[in-house]
């Protein structure tokens, strides 16, 4: 640490620690405290960061028709909605429905739709909605 806060290297790599300068002189428990602080917020992007990417590759094992029904299912349609949405049976819709669900580690359509969120998808569109 320079005596010179002004240096540009310095006064960067505190605004990456805190995303704010810590003014000098300190002491040691404000530099431990800024420290703990930073460490914290990096684990909980990391951990952020760690269950998108798990919600995406969940993601990824969907068919193309069981992301439109998720979709749909988020969006708050029913099955018959959604069939006729699709232009396929109420009975389809169930089959793809609970694969969805299997798939995406899901047991409510409250817990998919969390899902769904952390993976950032976006329910099927209002006009979609209507029947």
Same mark, same amino acid.
Request: with cysteine; glycine share 6%.
């Given at each position: 640490?320079?005596?010179?806060?002004?240096?540009?290297?310095?006064?960067?790599?505190?605004?990456?620690?805190?995303?704010?300068?810590?003014?000098?002189?300190?002491?040691?428990?404000?530099?431990?405290?800024?420290?703990?602080?930073?460490?914290?917020?990096?684990?909980?992007?990391?951990?952020?960061?760690?269950?998108?990417?798990?919600?995406?590759?969940?993601?990824?094992?969907?068919?193309?028709?069981?992301?439109? !029904?998720?979709?749909?299912?988020?969006?708050?349609?029913?099955?018959?909605?959604?069939?006729?949405?699709?232009?396929?049976?109420?009975?389809?819709?169930?089959?793809?429905?609970?694969?969805?669900?299997?798939?995406?580690?899901?047991?409510? !359509?409250?817990?998919? !739709?969390?899902?769904?969120?952390?993976?950032?998808?976006?329910?099927?569109?209002?006009?979609?909605?209507?029947?």
């Amino acid at each position: 640490m320079s005596q010179d806060s002004g240096h540009p290297s310095k006064r960067r790599s505190w605004v990456i620690l805190e995303r704010r300068y810590l003014p000098k002189p300190f002491d040691d428990e404000n530099l431990l405290s800024a420290v703990k602080r930073a460490l914290e917020r990096s684990s909980e992007q990391w951990l952020q960061h760690s269950q998108r990417k798990e919600m995406r590759d969940r993601l990824a094992t969907l068919t193309p028709r069981e992301f439109e !029904v998720l979709k749909c299912v988020i969006a708050g349609m029913l099955n018959k909605q959604i069939a006729s949405q699709l232009g396929t049976t109420e009975g389809t819709i169930k089959v793809h429905r609970g694969r969805v669900m299997e798939k995406m580690g899901a047991t409510s !359509v409250a817990e998919l !739709v969390i899902l769904a969120q952390k993976a950032g998808i976006a329910p099927a569109s209002a006009d979609a909605t209507k029947v």
